[in-house]
């Protein structure tokens, strides 16, 4: 199975703030990545696709990047409703992985 | 688009339970379909996948012999037979959709809000 790293696990930032969260896959998937965004008690949102290809009405203050095993997920300007958690996830190869998740919270 | 899980509750260890997912708005025939399940304060763990038409599924390791995925395409509805159920299989379960079963273009675009599944004596 391939294993997907996040990091950091949680991470502190200010509205305004930017902030990056990296993505580590345990063998190359190309750019069968994609980063999903997680409120309590909601379903997981696509954000984006093919590892920088953002999803239907998602701000362009996001963007992702990265291929092969490295990729990363970036938010600029940091707004309210940001302040979720974020999952990347392979879809390269079955069965499909999750990174296990980076939280960010409000400084 | 939608998707809306139902089926799910609190059951014994060892004993089984069938999850549904209805979709509107779409035609679900030409979707590949998927389950997740995120146990509680956990991260999110991909189940099973069956491909449009049924003929082809895949499963997560920890699944494999006890649950199974089906689809009803007349009806629009996808279903997870849960048996021989643990206590680790506690968790909420969520159907998504993607274009195709193997890299797809969009990987999991739309989702349910999921069915909460408690597996306890």
């Known amino acids: 199975d391939i294993q997907m790293t996040q990091s950091p696990s949680t991470l502190s930032a200010s509205l305004g703030d930017s902030v990056t969260i990296t993505c580590r896959a345990s063998q190359s998937i190309g750019d069968w990545l994609a980063w999903y965004q997680q409120t309590p008690g909601e379903a997981p949102k696509l954000l984006i696709y093919?590892?920088?290809t953002l999803a239907r009405g998602v701000p362009s203050r996001l963007s992702g990047s990265g291929s092969g095993t490295d990729f990363s997920l970036t938010i600029n300007s940091l707004q309210a409703d940001d302040f979720a958690t974020y999952y990347c996830?392979?879809?390269?190869?079955?069965?499909?992985?999750f990174g296990q998740g980076t939280k960010v919270e409000i400084k | 688009e939608q998707l809306v899980e139902s089926g799910g509750g609190v059951v014994q260890p060892g004993g089984s339970l069938r999850l549904s997912c209805a979709a509107s708005g779409f035609t679900l025939r030409i979707y590949a379909m998927h389950w997740v399940r995120q146990a509680p304060g956990r991260g999110l763990e991909w189940v099973a996948v069956?491909?449009?038409?049924?003929?082809?599924?895949y499963y997560a390791e920890s699944v494999k012999g006890r649950f199974t995925i089906s689809r009803d395409n007349s009806q629009n509805t996808l279903y997870l037979q849960l048996t021989s159920l643990r206590l680790e299989d506690t968790a909420v379960y969520y159907c998504?959709?993607?274009?195709?079963?193997?890299?797809?273009?969009?990987?999991?675009?739309?989702w349910g809000p999921g069915t909460a599944v408690t597996v306890s004596s």
């Open positions: 069956t491909s449009y038409d049924g003929s082809n599924s």
């Open positions: 996830q392979q879809y390269h190869s079955y069965p499909w992985t």
């Open positions: 093919m590892a920088s």
């Open positions: 998504a959709r993607s274009d195709t079963i193997f890299r797809p273009d969009y990987s999991l675009d739309v």
